[in-house]
């Protein structure tokens, strides 16, 4: 697997970039992949399907100036940006086939996420059906996507976030784990006392990556996936 080090600002660009390192991996055979990043300023994501007036505060990030964002993978909403660390990893279907099962997908994604973690910080947990909890507050929430012979999976570890702001950009969820226990999003999520470049080097440690600083063999399926969808708002505001 390789280790991309992505020099990309715009959140646009972050997420045309995941879905592009799935794309040339099903066109171009370019392999598995994984980055660790963060958003340079603070941005609502929502998932694929997610209606926005129903998780997300369109008024309160209007009136911050947080521009509100759809990515390519189901899941709730979630907020990013500087303290909010995100990885993203494309894996073959073909050098394994089990991952098309979704159950074993996730297993295999977060058991390793979960021992990056856990390399630091003891007292976390595996809940629900992919989040990361401490002291049974959620830290790490993530998502995949399914394509023909890859699979693209990305999520978010909380480590230094303004937890108050993330509470008002996100309404009370529609659908919550069992182990939420009807908790606001300000009581349920936390953030976990991490380095974020010791987790980057613990992460592509446990993928087994090693360093690639080739983005050019992502640059024209980036810039073909903003046309077709990220620089698009009715993709953003379909739902």
Known sequence: MKWLDSRVESARDHLALDEAMLMAAENTGSGEVIRVWEFSKRVVIAGRSTKIAQEIDVEFCNKSGVEILRRCSGGASVVGGPGCLMYSIVLSLEHNPLLRKIDYAHQFVMSRVFSAVHNQVSQISLCGIC??????????????????????YHGTILYNFDLGFLHRCLKFAPRQPEYRQG?????????????????????????????????????????????????????????
């Not at 790490?140 to 996507?145: H, I, Q, T, V």
């Not at 690639?212 to 063999?217: A, F, T, V, Y």
Request: glycine content about 2%; proline content about 1%; aromatic content about 14%.
């Open 183 to 239: 908790r606001d999003h300000y009581d349920f999520v936390t953030n976990v006392p991490i380095n974020q470049n010791t987790l980057c080097a613990d992460l592509c440690s446990q993928f087994e990556a090693f360093e690639s600083n080739d983005l050019d063999e992502y640059r024209c399926f980036m810039q073909q996936i903003r046309l077709d969808r990220y620089d698009r708002s009715d993709w953003h505001w379909r739902h």
């Open 131 to 152: 989040d990361l909890a401490w002291k049974g507050r959620k830290f790490s929430g993530n998502s995949l996507r399914v394509h023909r012979d890859h699979l693209l």
